[in-house]
């Protein structure tokens, strides 16, 4: 059973950076692609980023591109979200998924998910 599990999440000022983490359990990690999606109150889960098994294929939503960047750990299982230049718009609930296909941009080809961080962004 894969679990992940997601911190980093808070209040912070427009303009301001917060780093999100997602631990993630079990044996083959470093072959799952991993992403971020959020969703904020009364608006569909949107998503934000992914990154390709053993790091390769990046992409991410217009909406974050040149603010946000994902990255991640294999030895340490941990996949990361930098956000920088956050906007009041990016207040949501972020989820990390884990994916067994080498690459996933859509929530259907996610295997996994976390319970959510809150992001909250003020003006």
């Known amino acids: 059973q894969v679990q992940l599990v997601e911190s980093g999440g808070g209040l912070v000022q427009a303009g301001g950076s917060l780093r999100l983490s997602c631990a993630v359990s079990?044996?083959?990690?470093?072959?799952?692609?991993m992403g971020w999606f959020r969703q904020a109150p009364g608006k569909e889960r949107e998503f934000v980023t992914q990154?390709?098994?053993?790091?390769?294929?990046?992409n991410y939503a217009v909406s974050v591109k040149g603010r946000f960047s994902i990255s991640r750990d294999n030895a340490k299982s941990t996949v990361y979200l930098q956000m920088n230049s956050l906007k009041p718009e990016d207040t949501a609930v972020y989820y990390c998924?884990?994916?067994?296909?080498?690459?996933?941009?859509?929530?259907?080809?996610?295997?996994?998910w976390g319970q959510g961080t809150q992001v909250t962004v003020s003006a």
């Open positions: 998924a884990a994916s067994s296909r080498f690459g996933a941009s859509f929530p259907y080809e996610y295997d996994y």
């Open positions: 079990g044996r083959t990690f470093s072959r799952y692609a």
């Open positions: 990154i390709g098994g053993y790091g390769h294929s990046t």
